[in-house]
């Protein structure tokens, strides 16, 4: 690192190229955004723990996506803000590294969290009286730090091969942070292994655990399909539909920008995927979870009951 940095010592992101007037517009915009996805999934958080209904493996990964989800916009979303009005203003090559390490860090543990709460529902759905012995709270914690601890090591990897790179120049990354694509460009040396790292990682980190996922919901639709209480099969489609539309969301996002062909403009294409993938997805994620789910909305519900009765 050292020695990559004798000849690149920072970094300017260039961020959206537009008038100020845009993007004071849009500073103010992504902000309300930032604020909203603080308190949407602080508020998951809070029910969860505060809930003692709650208190079930479902919610405990729950409450890991949403620590998942402040920390991926507490690592990016702030410096994207300073560069909205201060575009200038570099960052330190060990501050970028440090960003992408996190950055791609929080993007493996969100996906690997994912397919744990497809596997939970699975075994909800479709082995109901064997669910408190399946998912016993000894494999729901191995199941997350393992979520945690290849997020963290697979990111490892990425960031070790970029140190080994040498940046001579430009210094400036057209991206909205240090995003590992748009790193690697100013990298003055042959990136194939990089490429090859990341296709892999692709493979293992978006494509196994979607198929996972698929898998599991084929065999909840059968099992919801066989459901004859029309209150039940509701409920299981309720807490199904809602996991759904964040694997969708984030997935679809994700494939499109790491593994989709480029089109003639990648840059720019990056710049807009990314507020998808990592600014609105988890600001979405909160809204998602609690319009579709009936226990978080109960809680909410008897959580402001409780604040209203005792003022």
Same mark, same amino acid.
């Given at each position: ?59 405990? %990964? ?211 995927? %990314?507020? %998808? ?35």
């Amino acid at each position: 690192m050292g020695g990559n940095q004798t000849m690149v010592t920072e970094f300017i992101l260039l961020g959206f190229l537009l008038s100020p007037r845009i993007q004071l517009f849009l500073f103010g915009l992504f902000s309300v955004c930032y604020v909203f996805t603080l308190l949407g999934n602080g508020v998951i958080l809070g029910l969860i723990s505060l809930e003692s209904r709650l208190h079930t493996p479902m919610y405990l %990964f729950l409450s890991h996506l949403a620590i998942v989800d402040i920390a991926y916009a507490c690592n990016t979303v702030p410096q994207m803000l300073t560069n909205l009005l201060s575009p200038t203003k570099p960052i330190s090559f060990a501050g970028c590294m440090t960003q992408t390490f996190l950055y791609l860090s929080f993007a493996h543990i969100e996906c690997l969290l994912l397919v744990v709460m497809s596997y939970d529902r699975y075994v909800a759905i479709c082995h109901p009286l064997r669910y408190s012995t399946i998912l016993s709270w000894r494999l729901c914690v191995i199941l997350v730090v393992t979520s945690w601890a290849c997020g963290c090591l697979l990111a490892l990897v990425h960031v070790v091969l970029i140190l080994r790179l040498p940046f001579c120049g430009p210094h400036k990354i057209n991206h909205l942070f240090c995003e590992i694509l748009a790193v690697l460009k100013l990298a003055c040396a042959d990136t194939w292994l990089n490429q090859m790292v990341i296709f892999v990682a692709c493979m293992f980190i978006l494509v196994g655990p979607l198929s996972l996922v698929l898998v599991s919901y084929t065999c909840i639709l059968f099992a919801i399909l066989r459901i004859q209480s029309g209150e039940g099969r509701k409920k299981a489609f309720s807490t199904c539909s809602s996991h759904l539309c964040v694997v969708g969301f984030f997935f679809g996002s994700a494939i499109v920008m790491y593994m989709a062909p480029k089109s003639r403009h990648p840059e720019e294409q990056q710049k807009v995927l %990314f507020l %998808f993938y990592s600014f609105f997805n988890p600001m979405l994620n909160p809204l998602i979870y609690s319009l579709r789910n009936a226990d978080i909305k109960g809680a909410l519900r008897r959580a402001l009951f409780k604040k209203s009765h005792f003022q």
